[in-house]
């Protein structure tokens, strides 16, 4: 059985007399991964403030390590879980190697200077950046920077994690970048991370476990349950998402008539039906028109087309036709 880090017992979290989020009841044990998702002033930021003890609960205890936040003192609670912020404000002009050493300073730990160096040559093995050791913090990109700050959250060596939307400023490759490391972290350490964040499709694919805020609840669960039974694609994408059985995929609602069967289960199979959808079809597979996809090759009636822009404007084209008589 693994071991509780973080247990939050009849939590409400709020300002002054207003409540945000009430009676949650839940905990993070070692080797997790999981994502905080919800709307817009859900409450996900005071959660996170509140486990962190820059605000006070109002209701019930969280409790690190089987001890009362309430009698643990900012420097301990910051010995016990590390954060990562969005971006740094400031990034300052040092190695980083010598940012990460910053994750030091809080470790009870001591090392002498052979142990300190191999120690964050630890830290950048495990997150990939060996090669950026020697570079500038004001000299790497943005996604690399973040790594290095998840690095020396690493490097105070706590057994808790909290990210807060790690992932906002980057771009999509930096972003499944972070969300793989820190799925492939913790199993390699015995550190849990708690991550608050917009991109759905990828915590959904990514973490162990959901922490979904609605209606001032937390509901908890597998990724694939909380997606199913709180509906939480539709919900935020305002309902612009909606499950397409056809498609057997989330697409985009529309009232279109013209529907069209895609056969093919292929990368190109996939990205033309994408075009078509694009353009205000539905896919149907009791569509009158049917077009069959193979590896590389579209094939409607005797045609074939290599370009999915040539189909569509086909098809666009010819729809009336076809519709009309079933060819």
């Not at 991964?33 to 709307?39: D, R, V, W």
């Not at 486990?51 to 900012?74: A, C, P, R, T, V």
């Not at 075009?275 to 028109?289: A, P, Q």
Request: with cysteine; net charge negative.
């Amino acid at each position: 059985m693994k071991n509780t880090i973080l247990q939050l017992e009849n939590i409400t979290v709020g300002y002054g007399n207003k409540k945000i989020i009430s009676s949650i009841n839940t905990c993070i044990s070692e080797n997790e991964f999981i994502a905080i998702l919800g709307k817009n002033g859900a409450g996900k930021s005071t959660l996170i403030n509140t486990i962190l003890g820059y605000q006070n609960e109002l209701e019930g205890d969280i409790f690190l390590h089987q001890q009362s936040l309430k009698k643990l003192s900012k420097k301990e609670i910051a010995q016990n879980i590390a954060i990562v912020l969005p971006r740094l404000n400031n990034v300052p002009k040092i190695k980083v190697s010598e940012l990460i050493e910053i994750g030091l300073v809080g470790q009870q730990t001591e090392f002498n200077k052979k142990e300190k160096e191999d120690f964050i040559i630890h830290i950048l093995d495990l997150v990939g950046i060996q090669h950026l050791k020697n570079n500038y913090a004001t000299e790497i990109s943005e996604g690399q920077l973040q790594l290095v700050m998840i690095a020396r959250a690493l490097a105070q060596n706590t057994k808790l994690i909290i990210l807060d939307e790690p992932t906002s400023n980057l771009d999509i490759a930096n972003q499944y970048k972070i969300f793989n490391l820190l799925h492939e972290l913790k199993s390699k350490t015995s550190q849990s991370f708690l991550m608050i964040s917009h991109e759905a499709d990828l915590a959904l694919n990514y973490t162990d476990k959901i922490w979904w805020i609605e209606n001032g609840l937390l509901f908890e669960d597998i990724p694939e349950q909380i997606a199913y039974e709180k509906q939480i694609i539709p919900k935020l994408s305002d309902q612009n998402l909606m499950f397409n059985s056809d498609e057997n995929r989330y697409s985009t609602s529309t009232n279109n008539t013209l529907s069209i069967n895609v056969k093919g289960n292929s990368e190109l199979a996939y990205w033309v039906k994408n075009g078509f959808v694009r353009n205000g079809f539905i896919i149907k597979n009791n569509s009158k028109i049917t077009i069959e996809i193979t590896e590389n090759n579209i094939i409607f009636g005797e045609k074939i087309f290599v370009n999915i822009q040539e189909i569509i404007t086909f098809i666009q084209q010819q729809y009336e036709k076809y519709n009309h008589n079933g060819s």
